[in-house]
């Protein structure tokens, strides 16, 4: 067995966000975007493949996620575990019902939990339901989510729903009583005929019980904070070495360079810092809407300076500026078009040399990944939370790219100018 969790992620984000929990407990990780074409490197202890399955037809879901197993199983995995979100996001359709039965029915496995709680981030269950902070899901503004609106917070009903069979629920005050009496509690519910439990968790020591109990079940499912436990399961076992060396990365090289697409109020100001010191160019959306070759400018611009010192291209604008440019040629419109620039700016700067490389804003992050052709980021350390630098591999062929996907609204004001002293 080469590795020793293998995980299915509905999403992007919660790929990453997992990865980064399974690092924290030292575990070397990789993400892939969808199911790789090649083996998976021998230094790894975990993979999550990301996939965008959480709002597809349950069938599309299915097909795809079966596809990740049947991978990570020709790699060898000893553990799986499907990861949806902190809150639950699916409908009476499924997909997570359908998903799990599905990859159960491939595993053989007889029982599983689903357990979403995140306490970190605020969500907790008691007694089967899902809170958001101190609301139930179902008043949280889970409830008007365009795509998957939770207007139910029991989660044993919920999963029920979108399930063909039973769903069972394993309780706080059994929780409470530890290891040994969860795992009684699975073999009574898996005896009385369900096929999952829900299980309550109010604290990161809850979930770290709940690993332990988990450590002989083929599959688990849940958001991240169900997989906080599991990597001592593999320490204890012997299978797994801890070292603080987890979230190391190859060395890197190359000039550096930050692309900023987003407009959120924390990438606005790491902008305005690192303008003020270091050389930037601001893509005009007016220009570009009337059909400047900006990506060439851009290029032009940023060749003669590449490897001196880390430079900025950005279209990050302020509230105002953008509410005008969205009026004029419309926000789905300009938002695309400023991606796909992004992107091919991207493309250009790795050709010209740049192998440090960070991308603020999500959707910018998904079209520039997009357009470099990246197939797996390997996670190094954190920059701040959720952000963490990445080894991305581009294929054969393609020098790796130090590569960190910043979310809009995360890091501080010196982000753009402190990341760069993590790498080595
Ligand atoms: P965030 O993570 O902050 O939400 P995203 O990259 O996901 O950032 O989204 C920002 C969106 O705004 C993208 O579609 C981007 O192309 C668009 N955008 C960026 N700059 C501007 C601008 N100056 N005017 C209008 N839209 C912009």
Redesign the pocket.
């Known amino acids: 067995m080469s590795i020793l969790l293998g995980c299915i992620a509905d999403d992007f984000t919660g790929a990453t966000d997992l990865a980064g929990i399974l690092v924290n407990g030292g575990m070397r990780t990789l993400v892939t975007i969808g199911v790789p074409e090649r083996a998976i490197p021998a230094d790894v202890d975990a993979v999550v493949v990301a996939l965008k399955s959480r709002t597809t037809p349950p069938d599309e879901a299915i097909r795809d996620s079966l596809g990740a197993l049947d991978y990570l199983r020709r790699q060898g995995t000893r553990q799986y575990y499907f990861k949806y979100c902190s809150t639950f996001d699916s409908t009476d359709r499924g997909n997570i019902g359908p998903v799990a039965e599905a990859l159960m029915g491939a595993l053989g496995a007889a029982f599983t939990i689903a357990c979403p709680a995140f306490p970190a981030n605020a969500r907790t269950i008691y007694k089967g339901y899902l809170f958001v902070g101190d609301v139930l899901l179902n008043e949280s503004g889970m409830r008007n989510h365009p795509l998957t609106p939770m207007t139910h917070a029991n989660l044993v009903r919920v999963l029920a729903l979108q399930s063909t069979r039973p769903v069972g629920l394993v309780e706080h005050g059994t929780v409470a009583r530890g290891a040994p009496a969860i795992t009684e509690r699975f073999a009574a519910l898996q005896a009385k005929g369900d096929y999952c439990a829900i299980v309550d968790a109010l604290s990161n020591d809850d979930l770290m019980v709940l690993g332990e109990a988990c450590r002989d079940m083929v599959l688990l499912t849940g958001g991240s904070g169900a997989a906080l436990g599991l990597p001592a399961n593999f320490v204890r076992a012997g299978l797994l070495r801890l070292t603080d060396a987890a979230d190391r990365l190859p060395p890197s090289d190359g000039a550096r360079a930050v692309l900023a ?4 109020t924390a ?1 606005q100001a790491q902008v305005a810092k690192m303008r003020a010191t270091h050389p930037a160019f601001e893509i005009d ?1 007016v220009a570009l809407a009337a059909g400047e070759d900006i990506v060439g400018a851009a290029l032009e611009w940023a060749t003669p300076k590449l490897g001196q010192e880390p430079i900025l291209i950005s ?3 302020s509230p105002d ?2 509410r005008s ?2 009026a004029r040629y419309g926000a789905e419109r ?2 695309g078009l ?2 796909n620039t992004l992107a091919n700016i991207a493309g250009g700067l790795v050709e010209r040399d740049v192998g440090q490389l960070i991308v603020a ?4 992050s998904g079209a520039v990944t997009k357009a470099l052709g990246v197939q797996s980021l390997r996670i190094g350390p954190q920059i701040d939370p959720g952000v963490p630098w990445t080894q991305a591999d581009r294929g054969p062929g393609n020098r790796p790219l130090a590569l960190a996907l910043k ?3 995360f890091g501080t004001e010196d982000f753009f100018l402190k990341a760069w002293n993590l790498l080595v």
């Open positions: 697409g987003s407009c959120s990438t959306p279209s990050t604008a500026a953008v440019a969205q300009l938002g400023i991606e804003g999500g959707e910018t979310s809009g609204n």
